[in-house]
């Protein structure tokens, strides 16, 4: 065997992840420097910007989509936006089977990996279902968001408007083809509800869709399911009461509308940072505790193994559990009759370690690039980390080294921080222990 073939062979999952994510990045970053792409020259940063802000599903832009790409370059981003909400070896194992072709055990373990799936003997049929599954989803909100726009856009424009949103939504991406993003429905119950439903379920992943639907009785579902569905409850509900609160007198985004209006559009606000990254409201207007509360639902971020990122709703999850175990006096914490073992907690903990570590680097690489002030510094890194995509409007105005910065992030944030620490670090198992000690903490 060759020694590149042992090389190739010797990847690991974690690293085809990385260098799939990669390879679509730096593709994608071509076709939008083609001339038929853009309406006006871009800079390679600005391409590679947008293009790592597409494959990586965030939604942050350096410019405005509608005005600055053509029709071709809309087209390319909308693909990048599909392959990196479901994955590239998703498609590239679905190629395999239409074209009648072999799926190695190599692409059996990516699939596992990257979709946190427990068995490989059936990973044909659940990649089918994957791909069946968001067709369906796809083309159902497709159809009712046509209905809505069509009649306001014409034939053209609103079957147009509606595909591009419909994808941009159940990926998770938050780009939207008008200047103000959606602010102009704000309270409208057809849009907030369709675009809603759509990153909703798309961020809690399909493995927990997967076991509602097959598995009727809530005491049944998996531990994993139950705790993605209460926690999504839980969390968007009081995020939309504390929203609806805050910015209920706000004349700049809310307090004009009348309150059913109101009570739309807080919701949509509570679960947009969630990771989706569409706006009802101008984020720069609101109250200051609200973006503090939108910049903490970013960091939280959706589902494992779906089209949302962040250090995830089960991290988050966990880590409260366990702290609140310790104060109890309990070794394990446990929920819906469940412990949870002591690996996924320091996991949790590790990831959520990992992450701000993240956060905090890269911002403050951000104050040494960029002359602004660090809260809008702070929440444009957070919305690149959890690839949400909101912004306070300094986007356009980072530099070079600010948008490179930004994109290593929301590359980061998309294929998970532990993944760049499996590349770098060597599990190795210990034959030995050293004796205890006591450390003083707190």
């Known amino acids: 065997m060759t020694t590149s073939a042992k090389r190739r062979k010797s990847i690991s999952p974690p690293a085809l992840i990385a260098l799939s994510f990669l390879f679509t990045i730096i593709n994608g970053t071509l076709l939008l420097k083609l001339p038929i792409a853009t309406q006006r020259p871009i800079s390679w940063t600005d391409a590679l910007f947008t293009a790592t802000s597409a494959t990586t599903v965030t939604g942050l832009s350096v410019f405005d989509i509608a005005s600055t790409l053509t ?5 390319v981003l909308l693909l990048l936006i599909q392959i990196g909400g479901v994955g590239l070896m998703a498609f590239a194992v679905a190629v395999l089977i239409i074209l009648g072709r072999k799926v190695g055990m190599k692409n059996r373990i990516f699939i596992q990996e990257t979709f946190s799936y427990q068995s490989i003997g059936d990973t044909v049929r659940f990649v089918g279902e994957i791909l069946t599954f968001v067709i369906v989803i796809e083309a159902i909100a497709f159809i009712t968001l046509s ?5 306001e856009f014409g034939w053209k424009h609103g079957l147009y408007y509606s595909i591009f949103h419909t994808v941009s939504a159940f990926n998770n991406a938050g780009f939207s083809l008008f200047p103000d993003n959606l602010t102009s429905f704000a309270g409208n119950p057809a849009v907030t509800l369709i675009l809603s439903s759509l990153f909703i379920i798309g961020g809690i992943g399909f ?5 509602i639907i097959q598995k009727r009785s809530v005491q049944h579902w998996s531990l994993h399911a ?10 968007n509900t009081v995020a939309a009461l504390f929203l609806l609160i805050l910015e209920f007198h706000n004349e700049k985004t809310i307090g004009s509308l009348h309150f059913i209006e109101k009570l739309w559009t807080s919701y949509f606000q509570a679960v947009t940072p969630r990771t989706a990254g569409f706006n009802m409201v101008a984020i720069g207007d609101m109250e200051e505790p609200s973006l503090l509360l939108t910049l903490i639902l970013m960091f939280i971020g959706g589902g494992s193994a779906s089209t949302a990122s962040g250090i995830k709703l089960t991290t988050f999850m966990v880590i409260v559990l366990a702290t609140l175990a310790y104060f109890r006096g309990i070794k394990e914490p446990h929920i819906f ?5 002591t690996e996924i ?3 949790s903990m590790a990831i959520g370690a990992v992450s701000s570590g993240v956060v905090f680097v890269a911002l403050f690489l951000l104050t040494i690039t960029e002359r602004m002030p660090i809260f809008p510094l702070l929440f444009e ?8 995509g909101l912004s306070l409007g300094i986007t356009g105005n980072l530099s070079s080294a600010g948008e490179v910065i930004l994109s290593f992030v929301m590359f980061l944030g998309r294929i998970g921080p532990l993944t760049l620490f499996f590349l770098l670090i060597h599990n190795k198992k210990e034959s030995y222990r050293y004796p205890y000690d006591q450390v003083q903490t707190g």
Do not use: C, H, N
């Open 337 to 341: 009759r469940r412990t949870i073992k």
């Open 207 to 211: 493995i927990v869709v997967k076991d």
């Open 147 to 151: 209905i809505v726009w069509v009649p």
């Open 345 to 347: 907690v320091f996991r």
């Open 226 to 235: 139950k705790m993605m569905v209460f926690g999504t409850l839980t969390v």
């Open 381 to 388: 890194t957070v919305s690149a980390f959890g690839t949400v």
């Open 71 to 75: 029709v071709f370059g809309e087209v």
